[in-house]
């Protein structure tokens, strides 16, 4: 069965109707920030609604923040997922290494909480999708390429809490990885660099992909919340090991010998 995105609107063909669909396709995560929409002419077709009542609808929306034209460029979906966390916040997190740590505490219960639901709820479209990443992944990670399998690493994320179907955890998961892309935490290169934990962070996304794609609600949690303590691990021994070198530097340029 084929799904239109933007299917004609009921026989009273209102703006209302026009914003409630276009807002359930955004709130449902089909819709997402950087998203263009087709040009006027073309969705009011689909709407099968005036250009004015489209013109209206569109005008609220982007008065509500959902949506931002460009003069010529077309129509998007606003940022609103980047907004979760405001820029000062964002400014406070990157000076204080705490953060990192109460960020994988937090994402550890999320995780676990999302790989479960994932288990339970996953039609067979999220599936197929959790299985393409995975594949994805293991080829960039087989073939060296790091910054596709990092991508892939977000990308598996998202596939697992949209899976979850549950709208305000799937927006929260998407804040956190945008802040996790960006490299507001940590950095996943440097995490990476300690001995084992590039191959191990395979296999870890491996688990908790097997256990959703199984249907195991307990097992998929347990992966989830090993993975991020396994990060939590080799996060403070990045740390630690980063620590180690600068003081021994430091001696070294002390030394007069």
């Known amino acids: 069965m084929t799904h239109e995105l933007f299917a004609p609107v009921p026989h009273g063909r209102t703006a209302d109707e026009v914003i409630l669909q276009i807002e359930s396709l955004i709130l449902n995560g ?9 040009g006027e002419r073309e969705l009011a077709q689909r709407f099968d609604v005036s250009r004015p009542i489209l013109r209206e609808a569109l005008k609220e929306l982007e008065a509500r923040g959902l949506l931002i034209s460009q003069h010529g ?13 405001s820029p000062p916040l964002v400014a406070l997190i990157r000076r204080h290494q705490r953060a990192v740590h109460d960020y994988l505490e937090y ?5 676990g909480m999302t790989a479960e639901l994932a288990a339970r709820r ?3 479209t999220d599936r197929q999708l959790i299985e393409r990443i995975l594949e994805t992944m293991r080829d960039a990670h087989r073939d060296g390429r790091f910054e596709d399998e990092l991508t892939s690493d977000v990308e598996f994320h998202n596939a697992v809490g949209d899976a979850a179907h549950n709208i305000v955890l799937m927006h929260t998961l998407r804040a956190c990885y945008r802040l996790l892309s960006d ?7 440097v995490i990476f660099n300690v001995g084992g ?3 191990a962070v395979m296999t870890q996304h491996e688990a908790i992909g097997r256990a959703i794609l199984d249907g195991d609600p307990s097992r ?3 992966a989830a919340e090993d993975h991020i303590d396994f990060i ?6 990045a740390e630690r090991t980063g620590e180690w070198s600068r003081i021994a530097e430091l001696r070294m340029m002390q030394t007069k010998i």
């Open 107 to 111: 994402r550890r219960q999320l995780e």
């Open 220 to 222: 998929a949690r347990q």
């Open 197 to 199: 934990a590039h191959d």
């Open 30 to 38: 089909v819709l997402r920030d950087g998203d263009r929409l087709p």
């Open 73 to 85: 460029g077309g129509t998007y979906v606003a940022d609103i997922v980047g907004q979760i966390f």
């Open 122 to 124: 996953a039609t067979a």
């Open 183 to 189: 490299g507001i935490f940590y950095n996943r290169r």
């Open 232 to 237: 939590s691990k080799v996060t403070d021994e």
